[in-house]
Each structure stands twice: as C-alpha cells, then as structure tokens.
Nanobody, 123 residues
Framework: QVQLVESGGGLVQAGGSLRLSCTAS????????LAWFRQGPGKERECVAV????????AYADSVKGRFTISRDNAKSAVYLQMNSLKPEDTDVYYC????????????????WGQGTQVTVSS
C-alpha cells in the first residue's frame, strides 16, 4: 500500500479550472494503477479518471471526457487531475486511489485511498 494525500480543492465559478494533486509515500509508485473518484452526499462513488500502468494510457468517465485530464509523475510519486470548464454538477469530494499491479473492477478493491478534497463549483 501507499499513503495518499490530496490537495488543490476549493471553490470556483462555473467555467473555471482547478488542478488537484495527490502525492504518495511508499515504494514502486510506477507499479500502481491510479484513479480519481468523486462522491457527493447520498451518491455512489464515481470513478472519473484512471491512469493505467502503461505510460500515457488513461480513461475517463463520459461525464468529464474532454474537460478533465489525469496525469502522473512517477519520479515525484504524484498524480494530478486538471479540471477545466467546471460545472456545478462537478461539485463533490474528490478522492485519489491507487492499486498495485492491476486495475480493480470495483472501487472497493483499490487498496489505498486519500482523505478527499472538496471541490465546489458555483453557478
């Protein structure tokens, strides 16, 4: 497991941008699948972006495709989520997650989670 700490959340107006960061402590960061999830009150945790083990290989939820970009810096043990053209419906707590060696089928299978960072988009 790695320990994950997110930062970069905040309040932004609709149409604005935010960049979330997640830094990890632990070894072999390059062997982890990394993902960003979000969850609001009474809602299921939604995976919005994944960075696979293959460098540059990523995937996005339809709801954020074309607006969000996930990137990773293995040398810094960090993963980022650049969020552009934000909408009020993007308001949620955002979590980074990591799993070693393979892509889990369910959120519950990720073995490391950050504490979450609040993103609020005002209309």
């Amino acid at each position: 497991q790695v320990q994950l700490v997110e930062s970069g959340g905040g309040l932004v107006q609709a149409g604005g941008s935010l960049r979330l960061s997640c830094t990890a402590s632990g070894r072999a960061f390059s062997r982890y699948v990394l993902a960003w999830f979000r969850q609001g009150p009474g809602k299921e945790r939604e995976c919005v972006a994944v960075s696979y083990l293959n460098p540059g290989s990523t995937a996005y939820a339809d709801s954020v495709k074309g607006r969000f970009t996930i990137s990773r810096d293995n040398a810094k043990s960090a993963v980022y989520l650049q969020m552009n053209s934000l909408k009020p419906e993007d308001t949620d707590v955002y979590y980074c997650a990591a799993n070693r060696d393979y892509l889990p089928r369910r959120a519950s299978e990720y073995d490391s989670w950050g504490q979450g960072t609040q993103v609020t988009v005002s209309s």
